[in-house]
């Protein structure tokens, strides 16, 4: 059980006592939040330990739910519009209560229909829980307890000229160039990389396949992958085009030959003139 109630994140709560309006949960210091009877069941029972979300009601008074959001305090996620007023807009975050993002919080106007990526925050001011699309102020360039050809977590940013911007680990910023994109990609994503450089500047570079022997591993396994349905022959060979072998493989040229190599050494399978086949 949490020592004290927090805001915008998952809380493990005690039931103190159950009433017509729900479940009333309380921390080690003795606060009290509503579980409302909507997230109730049958077998909860006074003593039992939650896992909750804190948020607050549209009377802005904290409530616990066992809904979660699309992102918590301090993380980031990709939200709807779907309600834009004078003072500000609402977007869609997974609860009942829509996420609110004062103009301020705003790098350009909000449409109902657009997806926004935004950062969620506590606001002091108003002692409730809004979205900030001012992205950049919230990552950090202090990148010493990362290491290259680490697995990292994405969400991606933006499309640019050289690739798409992403962020990593919901802490860092990084890039992804277009000539490690094999596969279909679009802002709001979120993928599995790794980090291929640690640059001065503090920024990324990340790469959407596991690098050095790992990589060759899974440019293998996709290229068994797509002879195996395709009834294990396909009409393909080293001097196939690179757009082809993107297309079909989702690899590069080079990742698909290296792919060939080890299958034919390992005698997974068979190159002829115009086809590989599958060794059975």
Known sequence: MDDRIALGIINTL???RITPPGAFLVAGDGEAVLLPNRYMTNSMQVGDELAVFVTTDSEDR???LSERPIAMVDE???????????FGAFVDWGLPKDLFVPKRNQKTPFRVGQWRILRVIYDAQTDRLTGDERIMRYLSKETAALKEKEEVELLVLARTPMGYKVIVNNTYEGMIFHNEIFEDIEVGDTKTGFIRLIREDGKLDITLRPIGEKRKDEAAEKVLSVLAKNGGKIDFTYKSDAE???????LSKKSYKAALTTLIDSKAITLGDTYISANK
């Open 14 to 16: 005690k039931i103190d």
């Open 62 to 64: 904290l409530v616990a």
């Open 76 to 86: 980031f996620g990709f939200f709807e519009v779907v309600n834009v007023e004078s």
């Open 244 to 250: 082809d072998i993107k297309k079909v493989f989702g």
